[in-house]
């Protein structure tokens, strides 16, 4: 149900990050009168603007009738709970943009999935783009989306939204496309388990119209079984050949055609064309710390996959980049994930380095253990990243790759894949003048 905003409404915004900076920010130019609600009051909010502690119940709800929370908060907070036990209307930036772009009749293509979403909302938006289609990227890898609300409805773009499952949980309406690309494990402790992960992430179908469409990679098993997978059109990819050419396709692996093809899927409804999507994948060699080569230095090459969060991205990684793999560097948080898949494909491989870091690259060790005893044995465990990479580039020969994928997220030691990966870059690139 579509939540009413107006010089009446009193609003209160939970979170200010990023896209409780642009809720704030929209409510504002709406007419609302809001507060924000943080741990302490932000140096950058402005004076006008009241602010509540989050620990006091009755100061941040108090007189609100509406609750805008950012995508990290858990539904489970007290806040939460109590906003909607007062009967307080709970929402989220993004659902506020879906719902507002959609009853202005813009077209809005979500796109979500455990792993491969910025890769394949990035080409939607290039091949559109090439296709001489006007068109805007939000989300988490665009610009925030409640920021340019206004002007999307004014210049009436196809809207690209990457959308993580913090984001699709909630939605009240679907985008008119939907685009789902993998569904593993992942974020299991702030969804409370798998399937209610996958719920979160099936929500961007669950809630579409029966005229949208959905685009789903029906070679992921999760997904093949789940279909349909909401009430709106339903299309299949990646289980046929490719209605387009990837002879000059600078992005690799499997995984990467079928985002790829997802693409094509996505964009050809806006009447972009497979020459289109042809000419971005001659150019695109993929986003920052996906499968990211940073080069040959000292006679090796390192790639660098930060954004590899969970053991199936890590496999695909491996199967992405064959036998050019000889030392593998894995691990951070431990998140409870099943790593056999992981040790099967390391092992299958006969990868001659296994180098994991703390605190859960132990389990790696483990899984591949309960397969392969002596293949365990001779894995490395390094204290940390910087010495991970120093042990690498002392034992990876000439011609060989580097693969760090770790597996597992970053939280704990790094604020997120991007700073992991960011240092990764930094001490590989160290190595040229070491």
Request: hydrophobic share 45%; net charge neutral; aromatic share 6%.
């Amino acid at each position: 149900m579509r939540t009413s905003i107006g010089a009446d409404t009193r609003a209160a915004v939970f979170g200010y990050g990023v896209e409780g900076r642009a809720a704030l920010g929209w409510l504002l130019r709406s007419g609302a009168r809001a507060r924000v609600i943080a741990p302490r009051r932000p140096d950058d909010l402005d004076a006008a603007v009241p602010w509540a502690p989050e620990t006091d119940v009755e100061a941040a709800l108090g007189g609100r009738d509406i609750l805008v929370k950012s995508p990290g908060i858990k539904p489970s907070h007290p806040i939460v709970v109590e906003a909607r036990r007062r009967g307080l209307a709970v929402v989220s930036a993004t659902s506020l943009f879906v719902d507002r772009a959609r009853a202005a009749g813009i077209a809005v293509v979500g796109v979500t999935g455990s792993k491969g979403k910025s890769t394949t909302a990035t080409l939607i938006h290039r091949t559109l783009t090439a296709a001489g289609v006007p068109s805007v990227l939000v989300g988490n890898i665009g610009r925030c989306a409640l920021d340019i609300l206004e002007e999307v409805v004014s210049a009436r773009p196809v809207v690209v939204f990457e959308m993580s499952s913090y984001q699709t949980h909630d939605l009240n309406e679907g985008p008119s496309v939907a685009v789902i690309s993998r569904l593993f494990p992942e974020h299991l402790d702030w969804h409370g388990g798998v399937e209610a992960y996958y719920e979160a992430k099936l929500r961007v179908a669950r809630t579409q119209r029966p005229d949208d469409l959905t685009i789903y990679n029906a070679a992921d098993p999760e997904l093949a079984r789940r279909a349909p997978l909401g009430p709106a059109r339903h299309r299949a990819v990646g289980t046929g050949p490719l209605r387009f050419s990837d002879e000059r396709m600078r992005l690799r692996g499997a995984h990467n055609r079928i985002n790829a093809a997802l693409a094509h899927a996505a964009a050809e409804n806006f009447g972009a064309g497979r020459a289109h999507l042809e000419e971005v994948l001659a150019s695109f060699e993929g986003l920052p710390h996906r499968l990211e080569d940073l080069g040959v230095h000292r006679g090796v090459r390192w790639i660098n996959d930060s954004i590899a969060t969970a053991p199936e991205a890590a496999v695909a990684a491996l199967e992405a980049l064959g036998d050019e793999v000889a030392t593998y560097i894995g691990g951070g948080l431990d998140r409870g994930y099943d790593f056999a898949p992981l040790a099967r494909e390391l092992v299958a491989r006969g990868i001659p380095n296994v180098i994991v870091i703390p605190p859960g690259g132990g389990r790696i060790v483990e899984a591949i253990a309960a397969i392969a005893p002596r293949a365990a044995a001779s894995a490395h465990a390094a204290a940390d990243l910087a010495e991970a990479v120093a042990l690498a580039a002392k034992l990876t020969p000439p011609g060989k790759t580097v693969l760090f994928s770790p597996a597992s997220p970053s939280y704990g030691t790094f604020r997120n894949f991007e700073e992991r990966g960011e240092l990764f870059r930094a001490m590989v690139r160290g190595k040229e003048t070491s």
